[in-house]
Structures are given as C-alpha cells and as structure tokens.
C-alpha cells in the first residue's frame, strides 16, 4: 500500500523508518520520545542525538534504529501552534518533507510516522493530518513516476482524539450508518416469521433454475447430459466475461490510464498488474477502493460487483460506508479510509 493509516502504538511498527517527535534539543523529552529513547536503547540513541545537536522546527535528522523494528529512527521537530499567524502551517509542512527527504536519501522503502505536533504542541489534527496526507502522495507520486520500487508510508495513530478530526466532516455518514445498519439477528428472525422459512425459499429458487435450465421435460437418466448441453450453450451466450475483462473495458471507458486509477485507489502497481489476470478476483476491499478510483455512479458498480460475485452487505459498516461515498460522487480512498479507522474498522488498504 503506498499510504496506510493504522492505528498502533509507532514503537511497535515494522519499517525502514520509524520517525520520532523530537525533542529540539538533544535530550530525552516526554512521551512518545521517551517511549523510543528506552525500546531503541537510552543510551546509545542518546549518544548518537547528541552528535547531530540542535534540530531546529521544520527541520528533521536520522540515527541508527539500534532495537526498534527498523532500520534509522528519524527525529523530526514540529512547531508549535501559537494561532497560526507564525508560519506554522508552513513550518509543520517543511517537518513532514524532510522526514520524507531523509527516507528518500537513505533509499528506505517504508516509513512510519505519528501525527505530528498534535500533542504538547497543541496543532489542529485535522490540519497535520491534511498536511501529511499532501506531502506523502507527493512523495510516493514523485518515486512512482522515477520507477523506483514501491514506497509505503504508514500515518500511526495511537490516541482515539485523533480520529475524531473527521467528526465533523463524516457526521451525516455516521447517521446514515446508524439508520441504514441491519443486524443480523434481526434479519434471520424477520426471514423466520415469514410464510416461507428461508431453506424453502432456496430450495424454491434452485428447483425454478433447473427447470429454466433444463428446458421441458427430461427423463433422469439424461438429466446431467441434457443440463451440460445447455449450460454449454447459456455459456457461449452469456460469453462469461470475467471481472479483468469488465474492469479494464470500464477504464477504457472512462478514459482513465491504468496509473491514474490505482494510484486512486491507493494500490500499489504489482497488485494491480494481478487484475489483468482473468482467474484472478481481487479482495472485496480491493474491488471497493477499484469502484472509488473509476468514479462509478451506483449501478455502474453494482454491475461490476457483479462479475466478482460480490454485492453490498446491509450489517457492514465499510459497505454502507462505500455506498454513500459513491451516492454522495465522493471518491476520495484516504478520506474514506480516514472515516473507517475513525469508527474502529480497518481501511480499505
């Protein structure tokens, strides 16, 4: 995935880069600082910040990881929020491009990073995580044009506050959400306390199948020979055209190129290569962020939901979540996968 936002604690993250809220001064600060200091290694990381000095806001420097699952620890200096008439926003940006500059250089191939200057330095979540998700793309838009191998940056988020940057923003998809959720137990007892229990309604749809299959009457005997016949036929009719096939004539379409879409859906370019594959079916998830990317109006999706033999689950919140996304002609994967880790569900990559 080339931007993933997850939701743990960063010490525990596996990446080339895990990036530290530094301390200005080469000293072990509070919390999440100190959390790395001591799972690195106090002090040997201690000692290698000591040697860079002072890191100035906006600005970011790189050590050894020493312990942490990773290669370098990159101790990046946010600003301090003080009503946004002093260059912060500007100076918050400049944070997250040297961390990416450094990543860059060092040819790391994963970085994670928590949101920045959101805790003692008190900056608006919603402005650092817009200003994270900008300056990420970029990046990883950048190496993708160069052809470089994949690049991943992981966005962590450790506090439930910080999820609540999208309240606002998704409060009418929380109530549809809540109007629209069907729970389960209540379907199976309204399928109860129907006239036709629901094992009697299937063996009814099976039975109607084979006789529209089947054709008139058919001794036994033949039965199977007889259905293979004209399954042969409905086949050759239906010509079964599989997923790949309806994927990429809807792109066509569209006039989309095939970078254009899964850079849209935030999938990295050896799993879209995989779609071209007329055996292969992508993840349900995947088929969703593929629906996001092409800009499919409701029936344009149903229909391609279709060939995967998939369709919308009325008890799924990431279901009714997609649905309204695509009612509401908002195609934005990170936005929605923002929403999602929000309500304790996992993103769609």
């Not at 290669?71 to 400049?94: F, Q, T």
Request: charged fraction near 25%.
């Amino acid at each position: 995935m080339p931007l993933k936002i997850v939701k743990n604690n960063i010490i525990d993250m596996h990446a080339d880069a895990i990036v530290n809220t530094a301390n200005p001064h080469p000293v072990v600060g509070s919390g999440v600082d100190a959390k790395i200091y001591h799972a690195a290694g106090l002090e040997e990381l201690l000692e290698a910040r000591r040697k860079i000095g002072n890191i100035s806001p906006g600005q970011a420097a790189i050590t050894p990881a020493y312990k942490l699952n990773a290669k370098y620890i990159i101790h990046a200096v946010s600003p301090r929020w003080r009503g946004g008439h002093n260059c912060e926003e500007m100076l918050l940006k400049s944070t997250y491009e040297s961390i990416m500059e450094l990543a860059v250089q060092h040819e790391c191939r994963s970085v994670a990073m928590p949101l920045l200057a959101t805790g003692n330095n008190r900056f608006p979540r919603g402005m650092s995580l817009d200003l994270a998700v900008e300056v990420a793309t970029k990046y990883i838009d950048a190496l993708d044009q160069l052809d470089k191998d994949e690049f991943t940056v992981y966005l962590v988020i450790y506090d439930d506050a910080s999820f609540t940057v999208a309240q606002d923003r998704f409060a009418e998809l929380d109530q549809y959400i809540d109007e629209h959720f069907a729970d389960p137990e209540l379907m199976l007892c309204d399928c109860l306390e129907s006239n036709y229990p629901p094992e009697h309604v299937y063996r009814e749809k099976i039975v109607r199948r084979e006789h529209s299959l089947v054709l008139g009457s058919i001794p036994p005997i033949s039965y199977a020979k007889a259905n293979a016949k004209v399954w042969d036929e409905f086949v050759q009719k239906e010509h079964m055209e599989s997923f790949s096939d309806h994927l990429f004539k809807l792109i066509n379409k569209k006039g989309f190129t095939d970078t254009e879409v899964y850079k849209r859906a935030n999938i990295d370019r050896r799993l879209f290569s995989k779609l071209r594959k007329k055996n292969y079916t992508p993840h349900k998830k995947t088929i969703f962020a593929l629906l996001l990317a092409l800009k499919l109006n409701m029936d344009e999706a149903m229909d391609l939901m279709r060939y995967a033999g998939i369709t919308f689950a009325p008890n799924n919140i990431t279901d009714l979540a997609v649905q309204w996304f695509l009612s509401k002609k908002m195609y934005d994967v990170i936005e929605l996968n923002i929403f999602l880790a929000k309500r304790g569900e996992e993103p769609l990559n």
